[in-house]
């Protein structure tokens, strides 16, 4: 086996709340298509959120990302039920919410109403910024507040732990818009999530039609 590493030059990001609007914007845009094209793209995840593990060279524009030592790549079922999740919080869908988040394993049917309620009110915020059409602003956001404020019913409520293939991957989520939170970014979330997942092939062939 052969190791090679490679030199890359730049800032933490965890510094970059001082770089302009357009600067912050352009990054927080560029980490969010990250996410998204690792899931539905690559299918492999660096699931490290940590910002010190994202560079920004201010010359060239490139975001460089350090420490895969996390990477994990995902299973095709998980894939095509996490997507139509994703696409049914962004469609604002709560049934399709619902359905989808017990086929993947979030819920077993038989939960009191009141943990089904706050686990779909929990999934139709984070796909909050994919709703917004045209520009979602994170520096104006009350998402994570929201979806804080569930976790106590769920904690008591829930029959089954989540997803394994969760833990990591929603590490990594929350840190892209914990990050984008920070930078006060504005970023066209949804034009992201339609443009990168109609790409997507389903197990079945089929594909998002938008």
Request: one cysteine or more; glycine letters at 6%; aromatic letters at 12%.
């Amino acid at each position: 086996m052969v190791l090679t590493a490679e030199f890359m030059d730049g800032a933490h990001l965890k510094h970059a709340e001082g770089y302009s609007q357009e600067i912050r914007d352009y990054i927080g845009t560029h980490i969010m298509r990250l996410c998204l094209q690792e899931l539905f793209d690559f299918e492999f995840m660096q699931t490290d959120p940590n910002w010190a593990n994202f560079l920004y060279n201010e010359h060239t524009g490139k975001i460089a990302l350090l420490d895969f030592g996390a990477s994990r790549s995902f299973d095709k079922s998980f894939l095509d039920k996490y997507l139509c999740v994703l696409k049914a919080a962004m469609d604002g869908d709560r049934e399709a919410c619902r359905h989808w988040s017990k086929e993947l394993g979030f819920l077993t049917g038989y939960e009191a109403d009141v943990m089904t309620q706050a686990h779909v009110d929990s999934v139709l915020e984070i796909g909050k910024p994919f709703r917004a059409t045209g520009i979602y602003d994170f520096g104006n956001q009350d998402v994570s507040s929201n979806v804080r404020s569930a976790i106590p019913v769920m904690l008591r409520h829930r029959l089954t732990p989540p997803p394994e293939e969760t833990y990591s991957l929603h590490r990594k989520l929350s840190g892209a818009f914990l990050l984008c939170i920070k930078l006060r970014a504005r970023v066209p979330c949804q034009d992201l999530f339609k443009g990168i997942t109609s790409k997507y092939t389903f197990s079945d062939g089929a594909q998002l039609v938008y």
